[in-house]
Each structure stands twice: as structure tokens, then as C-alpha cells.
């Protein structure tokens, strides 16, 4: 399966608590995700909270675009990625 | 007795029993290979409820199993409404519906068991996928077996159940026991497990076996036949005779044949070998009636079939012809095979398993070497009708070839023009255009110089056909008057259907008065007649003939009743063809996202016809250029690649813009200046002003060379020569949201500014990134260099509020009678409405509801 990476911008700024709200976010959007076989590895967020780099496997862009849609979560790009591990190479 | 190791799976399958029971029928698939305990699993659930109606059937290992052998295995517990359908040539929609409705009506809950689905004839696998689709609101557990180790990549039992619906299946793929299950049952024998497992790998067939023997067997085979050694001589000779018949042979076919004494038959029955069920003798299994089966020696093998034959030949009552096929060929008698093979086929043919009437014909012409040359040339068409039904096409050209061959040399004009004509229509099915028509042309003449016949009007109208589909209108329209004419004359009602579709496609699809009328004509004629084939091509060619001429409201009627259509009779390639065609519909209007699920589920699936591949890889491939998303590469070459085999500019045409749009948007395409010149001269020839308008425009946008302006649909024409305002109406009015973008681009500012915020809202960022380069070359100031913002899931990215209120101003409220509607005050109204103008980037409240209306913003119209 494809992995890629979802660039997001969030102009008000992306809050996710650490606390049980947080977290029932974050599995609800997991479980969006399944419906179409989309798995979201991790992200990173900019220090200002108001970008962030997912790291998402999928069959295709458009299964991302679609939980995207029902989680209500913006995207601005997605770009097929791999994985290069700087220390494989030693 | 409680089944070793099998209590998850039995669980599962009482889990889908219990959700049947509240009426949410289920389909369990029960899999694994040859002995693992496929059927004592399903026994033991039904054993357990003794108050279910249950329906067993299973398909035997025949060289060409019975058409809906199972279902006549449970005819009898299905009334004699039923019964009597089945009897019936057919009726196949008709019987798969009453089945339905029987199950719909069974107040209590139904079990119904279709065993060894990897030996199933076509009519039962589409049987299986007829009920599994509807199963849902049945108080129905729909189990279906199968060993999933014998099903090869184009086994067409994967696409039933790739076809199943996800939310009403369960799997239950059965493994073979472990070491202390095996241990298990050793200890329950009092055997010793020693090498046990090793030696059957866990098989509780071959576990069984193993434990009943001396010694340990080496494999099961080894098993079966030592036990089957030990037998005296007249036990051996009928466990011969039950061997060589797959399944279970009748008790007073054996008397006939063998006539064992009540001993040999007790002894038979004690060795645990065979069974009886008091109508019949059945292997305990089908691997040690295999194993024995291939033990015999060749010429007592054929012997046996031959007596068996000989006896059901004169027996009394109905006999299955596939058995009689089954016997003829063990016995290698040739006559035989070559008549019951041929009457199978026409039984096949009637239930339309056309598959296996394909297989049975083709065996009885491997045995027709007595036959004259006029009844194996019938035979041979025969033979290459149900291939082409079956997408065997080049087996189908074989046998035509054949065919033509004995024709030609009995001197049979008639039937060599009719041959000719089959072959252009064959070969332009494979995409192999050129011979298509030279194919045509020689039938034209060949019939031509003869007494006019149907024949004639078929050639003509075959010829008419591809000009229709290569989009050479005036002469489809040519060679189909005279085929409609002749028709007319004859009274040829099929051939007038045919031939009223390919000249009323033609001219619907260059917007001529006349040519929609023509079609849906064919269509009624079609329906009337129950010409299915028909039926599928009027539909299909009125779909994208209306979507070609940009009448999306006839189009996306039609679509409706032609998906009904297909849906109803499961005409799974007809069906995804009109899909495809959905598809481009919902792309052309701005409907991207439905555009997008529909063409990826078409682009993943196996077995999907190139015609219907190709506007599928179009339009994703389009949509993920615009929206800047990866994989657009693969696409295109298979676009390309696919629609230049065939040839016809209605594929190529679209391809060809897809690649040049990719070029536009950055993409690195070397080839695109010749393949777009090659697309252009192909539309130019066949003045497909539609392909030509779209072309041009991109080859203008990449500068390639200045366009001629003529030949070219209205709104392009506009858009070359006249004020980009009124080629931006037209768009507005066709409702093409992107290519009114595409116009407004080349305005002033305002306009430009305009194209800027619909790419943006449309999601098309890499379309938007181009337009934003556009702007700042022109000069235009305080263009920033990435998106906005909010990019969001919504388009616009609305709230819901936002959106709710939009849809009321869109009907003409007023702010005070919206905060009346939403008993909010007035203020929060005003506030809202300047949030949704902002996001929209519109100045008035008139022009947000247009927008809105491209954007499908507002209601699902």
C-alpha cells in the first residue's frame, strides 16, 4: 500500500488535548479512516500549530480525500512518499 | 460430537444463523482445501437447530457441471412453484426472483448450503451472487463452501465473491488442526499420534483415514486405497462403479448395472468408504472417490463408463444429459459425446450458462470428425456465439474461421457473407479495428451480389456500426438507412433495432434533430422484443451520446433507468460501462468527489472491459492533476495506450486532452505535440466538433500552434474568437464549472481573479497554482503565492451554518426571513452572510448563489 504525506493548514491553529477528549478525537478519525482501508501513521505539527505533515498509508489519494471530507479535516497536498532511513546505510 | 479445533468458526457461523433469525440475512463463506471439514462444520450448525428449513445442494466434478445442478438438488423442499420453473428454457431472472421471494416469504429461518462452489456452473455462480446481493433482508444464512486453494486468478468464483456485499458476509477460512488436535483424535481411536501429524499435515480427512489404517499411509491416497484393498473382489467392483460417477450415484442404477447382493452392499457400506441415504451411494468423501477413481485402470474405467451409459441411455424418466456427456467421454465413444454434448449445450444455453455451453460445444466438435461439413460449420457457430458471449473472443474468431473455411468451400454464399460480418464484429471487440473493417466491407460485397435477405441488412448495419463508433456520422448514417430500409421491407424487427441504435447514435451524439428519437425507439423496440443485448448497447450509446453533446439532464435520466435496468439482471459489464460514463458526467459538472469514487472503484476492479477502463483512468487521471495529488503518470500511459489500440476518436479524444492538460499543469509528457496532432487531424476528419473544440483549446493553451476557429462546439468557439464573457456564460449555462473557470482565466482582472477562487474552491490546487503564475505574468499585483488558508473539506470551506443559510438566501429570502427560519436574530444573520460572500470571494448575494450552485454547494441538484 502507498504512503503518503498530507500537508494540512490550520489557521486558527490545531488544538488536541491531552486528556480523553484528545483521545477520543484522534480514535474517532482512526476509525473514519478504516471505513476506507486509510491508516494514519503519525504527524508532525509546526511550532505554531498551524500546519501539519501527516504521514498517512492508503490505496489511493482519494480514499484520503474522502475520510478527510467526513472527519472535516483540510488538505492542501498530498505527496506519495518512502521511507529513507539515514543509518540503513552504514 | 463436538468437531476438534473448530469452535471459533462454529461460533461465527451461529453468529450469522442468529442475525439471519432477526431477519439480517448473512452470507458465510465457509473455505479451505479438499478435506479440511468444510461440511461438517455446516452439518454440525444444523444439527443444532433442528426448527430451520434447510436447502442443501453441491456441485459435482463434472467435465461440464448441470446448469443450477444445486438448485435441483433442494427442488424438493422448495414447492412446486418453483419446481415448475425450473423446468422452464429460459427463465432465468424469473426463477432467480422467485427464489427470492420464496426466501422473502419462508416465515421461519432458511439455511440454504451451495457446496463446492469451485466446481459451480455459471448459472449457479450467478445464482450465488443474485442471492448473496439480496440476501440482507432475508431471514437467510446463505452459506456457500468452496476450496480456496483450487481457485486460480481467473477463476470466476473470485468475482462472485469479490462482489459480495462487505457488510453481510462473514469469512471462515478453515485451517488445518494443530499438533494436540490431532493428538485429539488419536486419542480418541486409541491410536498412537506418532508421526501423525507430520505425515497429514493436519488434514482431518486424511487424519481419519490415517487412524483407520495399518500402519502409517504416506498420503491419503495411500490411505484410501489400502482400505479400499483389503475389500473382497465384488465389493471392490462396486466401489469401482460409485468411483467413476462424481457425487453419488443412484441405488437402482447400481442394481442395474451391478446388481450386488445385499452382502457386497453391507460390506461396501462397513468399510466406511461409502454411504447410503437410501436413494443413493456417495463417497464419504469426494477425495477418496477421487483417489479411487484414478487408481482404475484405464480400460475398466472405460468399460464401466460405457455400461452406465448404455444403462441410463434406456433408462426410464429424466436423466441429466452432462451425466450421459460425463459417461460417453470415459468411454471414448465418440458419437456419443457428439450428441449429448450438443444437446447439454443447448440446455446450458437456456440457462444461460454460457460458459459451459462454450466448453460443451467445443467437445462436441473435438469428437465430430462423423459429422457432414454443413452441421460442423452450424456447429462451429454455435460454438463461437456462446464465446463471444463469454468474452472468449479469440476462440469465438477461431471457430468463425473454421466455419468460414466450410462455408467457402460448400459454396454457401449466404452463410460466408453472415461468417464475414461476425468476423468485423469480433474483431473490432478486441480492439483489432483494421480487420474489423476490412471483415465489413467483404460481407457488404459478398451479400450484395446475392438476393437481398437479412443477411444483407445485418452487414449493412454492421457496417453502419462502425462508422457510428469511430464517429464517421454521415456514413453511419448512410449504410444504416439502407439497413433500416431493408429491414422495414423483411420485417426483420431485430436487425431494425440494431440498426436504428447505430444511426441515431450517431447523429444524437453531433447534436442532429432526430437522433434521440432514433434511439430511445431502439431502446422501446429492444425492451418490447427482450433483445438484452440491445437494450444494454441503446443505453450505453444514449448515456454518452448526451453526455457527449452536453445534455447532462437526459443523460443522468437515463442513467437512472439503465443502472435499474442492469442492476436488476446483474449485467455486471453493461452496467459498469454506463458507471464509467457516470462518472465523466459528475466530472464535467463539478461533481468531483462522486467522480472520483466511481472511477477509482473502476480502475481497481479485475475484469473491467479497456471501453470502460478508459473514461475511468481519464478522469482520475484529470482529477488528480488538478487537486496536485500523485499517481497521475500510471494512468495517463493506460488511457493512451488503451484508447489508441481502438483506434475511435470517442476514446481517444479524451485521453489525448488529459494528457495535454497534464503538459499544461507541469507535468513532463514528450509526447504530447504529436499525440495531440494525431487527435486533432482524427477529429477533424470525422468533424467530432466536441473532441476537436476541447483539443484545440489545449494545443492553443501550449502554444503549439494558432487554431483554425471552425468545426468546433459553441462554447470553444466562443472561446477562440469571441468575448471570453460569452464563452464563460455558456459554460455557466452547460454547467461545466472548470472550463468556465478555464474561460474566465483569460478576462480582465476581475475575472481572472474569479477563475483564482473557483479553482480554489473546486479543490483544484494545481490548477489554481498555474492560474496564480498566470495572473502575476499578466502583471496583476497581490496575487499570494500559496493557496488560502482554508482549504477545506466543505469547498468553500463553509461551516454547516454557513452552508444552511446559503441554501435559503440561494431560494430568495430575505436576511430578516432567514433569522425568522433559524430563530436567530437578524444581526447574526448579516454576519454570517458577509462570512459566506467572503469565503466565496463574491461581492453580491446573487453571485454567491451561483457559485454555490456550481460548487453543488446547495441541495444535491
Known amino acids: 500500500m502507498p504512503r503518503y504525506m498530507v500537508e494540512r493548514t490550520f489557521p486558527a491553529g490545531l488544538v488536541v488535548p491531552v486528556n480523553t477528549e484528545g483521545a477520543n478525537a484522534c480514535l474517532k478519525i482512526v476509525g473514519t479512516n478504516g471505513e476506507q482501508g486509510v491508516t494514519w501513521v503519525h504527524s508532525y505539527v509546526s511550532a505554531d500549530k498551524t500546519r501539519s505533515f501527516c504521514i498517512y498509508d492508503g490505496p489511493s489519494p482519494e480514499a484520503i480525500r474522502q475520510v478527510a471530507r467526513r472527519t472535516e479535516l483540510p488538505v492542501n497536498n498530498i505527496t506519495e512518499v518512502s521511507v529513507l532511513d539515514p543509518y540503513f546505510y552504514h | ?861
Open chain 2, 1 to 861: 460430537m463436538e468437531l476438534i479445533e473448530r469452535r471459533h468458526a462454529l461460533q461465527l457461523l451461529q453468529g450469522a444463523f442468529a442475525q439471519a433469525e432477526q431477519g439480517a440475512g448473512r452470507t458465510a463463506l465457509v473455505c479451505g482445501e479438499a478435506g479440511i471439514g468444510k461440511t461438517s462444520l455446516v452439518m454440525q450448525l444444523v444439527s443444532g437447530h433442528p426448527e430451520a428449513r434447510v436447502l442443501w445442494g453441491g456441485c459435482e466434478a463434472l467435465f461440464s457441471p448441470r446448469p443450477l445442478g444445486p438448485l435441483y438438488d433442494m427442488a424438493g423442499a422448495l414447492g412446486t412453484k418453483l419446481q415448475a420453473m425450473l423446468g422452464l428454457e429460459g427463465q432465468r431472472a424469473e426463477l432467480f426472483s422467485a427464489l427470492l421471494a420464496n426466501l422473502h416469504e419462508s416465515r421461519g429461518t432458511t439455511v440454504m448450503v451451495l457446496e463446492d462452489l469451485h466446481w459451480a456452473d455459471a448459472a449457479t455462480l450467478d445464482m450465488a451472487k443474485f442471492l448473496a446481493r439480496r440476501i440482507q433482508r432475508t431471514r437467510t444464512l446463505l452459506v456457500l463452501t468452496f476450496r480456496d486453494d483450487e481457485l486460480g486468478e481467473q477463476h470466476p468464483l473470485r468475482f462472485v465473491l469479490g462482489d459480495v456485499p462487505a457488510d453481510s458476509v462473514v469469512r471462515l477460512p478453515l485451517l488445518p488442526l494443530s499438533e494436540s488436535g490431532v493428538a485429539e483424535l488419536a486419542r480418541q481411536s486409541s491410536r498412537s499420534a506418532e508421526g501423525l501429524f507430520s505425515v497429514t499435515g493436519g488434514n482431518p480427512f486424511f487424519v481419519t483415514e490415517a487412524l483407520r489404517a495399518e500402519g502409517l499411509p504416506a498420503t491419503v491416497r495411500d490411505a484410501v486405497l489400502a482400505r479400499a484393498a483389503r475389500q473382497p473382489a465384488p465389493v471392490r467392483a462396486l466401489l469401482d462403479l460409485a468411483a467413476i460417477v462424481p457425487a453419488r450415484i443412484a441405488i437402482g442404477l447400481v442394481d442395474r448395472v451391478l446388481a450386488p447382493s445385499q452382502e457386497v452392499v453391507s460390506a461396501a457400506l462397513a468399510s466406511g468408504l461409502l454411504a447410503a441415504d437410501g436413494r443413493s451411494y456417495a463417497y464419504r468423501h469426494e477425495l477418496a472417490r477421487i483417489a479411487i477413481e484414478q487408481a482404475l485402470p484405464g480400460p475398466r474405467a472405460a468399460a464401466l463408463h460405457a455400461k452406465l451409459l448404455a444403462c441410463l441411455e434406456t433408462a426410464e424418466g429424466e436423466v441429466e444429459l452432462t451425466h450421459l456427456v460425463h459417461h460417453a467421454a470415459g468411454a471414448g465413444d465418440s458419437a456419443a459425446v457428439l450428441t449429448y454434448a450438443q444437446q447439454a449445450g443447448a440446455e446450458a444455453v437456456l440457462h444461460a450458462s454460457h460458459c459451459d455451453a462454450a466448453y460443451l460445444y467445443g467437445m462436441a466438435l473435438s469428437h465430430s470428425g462423423g459429422l457432414d461439413a454443413a452441421a460442423r460449420a452450424g456447429l462451429l457457430e454455435h460454438r463461437a456465439y456462446q464465446c463471444y458471449l463469454t468474452d472468449q473472443i479469440d476462440n469465438a474468431i477461431a471457430a468463425r474461421l473454421s466455419a468460414l473455411a466450410i462455408w467457402r468451400s460448400l459454396g454457401d454464399r449466404q452463410q460466408e457473407g453472415r461468417a464475414l460480418r461476425w468476423l468485423s464484429r469480433l474483431h473490432w471487440f478486441i480492439g483489432r479495428n483494421r480487420e474489423a473493417e476490412s471483415y465489413a466491407d467483404q460481407a457488404v460485397a459478398l451479400l450484395e451480389s446475392l438476393p437481398a435477405g437479412s443477411e444483407l441488412a445485418w452487414a449493412l448495419s454492421n457496417r453502419s456500426q462502425l462508422h457510428m463508433l469511430a464517429g464517421a456520422t454521415d456514413d453511419a448514417v448512410a449504410w444504416g438507412l439502407r439497413a433500416i430500409e431493408m429491414a422495414t421491407q423483411q420485417g426483420e424487427v431485430e436487425v431494425l433495432t440494431h440498426a436504428l441504435n447505430n444511426v441515431g447514435a450517431a447523429e444524437y451524439e453531433r447534436g442532429r434533430a432526430g437522433g434521440l428519437d432514433m434511439l430511445e425507439r431502439s431502446l422501446g423496440l429492444a425492451l418490447e422484443h427482450g433483445y438484452g443485448e440491445h437494450v444494454g448497447r441503446a443505453y450505453a450509446n444514449l448515456t454518452s451520446a448526451a453526455i457527449k453533446v452536453r445534455d447532462y439532464p437526459t443523460a443522468q435520466r437515463l442513467m437512472g433507468d439503465a443502472t435499474a435496468y442492469f442492476a436488476a439482471r446483474d449485467l455486471d459489464s453493461w452496467s459498469n460501462y454506463v458507471r464509467a460514463w457516470q462518472s465523466r458526467l459528475d466530472f464535467e459538472r463539478g461533481r468531483w468527489d462522486a467522480a472520483a469514487t466511481l472511477a477509482a472503484q473502476l480502475v481497481t476492479r479485475p475484469g473491467v472491459a479497456p471501453v470502460t477502463r478508459i473514461p475511468a483512468l481519464a478522469v482520475l487521471a484529470r482529477l488528480r492533476m488538478r487537486r496536485g495529488d500523485p499517481g497521475v503518470k500510471e494512468l495517463l500511459a493506460e488511457a493512451l495506450a488503451l484508447a489508441q489500440e481502438t483506434g475511435e476518436v470517442q476514446r481517444i479524444g479524451p485521453a489525448a486532452a488529459a494528457l495535454a492538460e497534464a503538459a499544461w499543469l507541469g507535468h513532463d509528457c514528450p509526447r504530447v505535440e504529436v499525440v495531440l496532432q494525431q487527435a486533432c487531424a482524427l477529429a477533424e476528419q470525422h468533424q467530432d466538433e466536441r473532441a476537436l473544440g476541447e483539443l484545440r483549446f489545449w494545443a492553443r493553451r501550449l502554444g503549439h500552434r494558432p487554431p483554425d476557429t471552425g468545426g468546433v462546439e459553441a462554447a470553444y468557439a466562443l472561446q477562440f474568437s469571441g468575448p471570453w464573457e460569452e464563452a464563460a456564460e455558456t459554460w455557466a449555462r452547460l454547467g461545466c464549472p472548470y472550463e468556465r473557470a478555464l474561460a474566465l482565466m483569460e478576462g480582465d482582472e476581475a475575472a481572472m481573479r474569479e477563475a483564482l477562487a473557483l479553482f480554489d474552491a473546486m479543490g483544484a490546487s494545481a490548477t489554481a497554482k498555474r492560474c496564480r503564475e498566470h495572473l502575476r505574468d499578466a502583471g496583476v499585483r497581490g496575487v499570494a503565492r500559496g493557496p488560502r488558508a482554508s482549504t477545506s473539506a466543505n469547498p468553500a470551506g463553509l461551516t454547516a451554518r454557513e452552508v444552511q443559510i446559503l441554501g435559503l438566501l440561494a431560494q430568495g429570502l430575505t436576511n430578516a426571513e432567514i433569522a425568522g427560519r433559524l430563530v436567530r436574530s437578524e444581526k447574526t444573520v448579516d454576519h454570517h452572510i458577509s462570512a459566506v460572500l467572503r469565503k466565496l470571494e463574491v461581492r453580491s448575494r446573487s453571485e454567491a448563489t451561483v457559485v454555490a450552485n456550481r460548487l453543488g454547494l446547495i441541495g444535491s441538484g
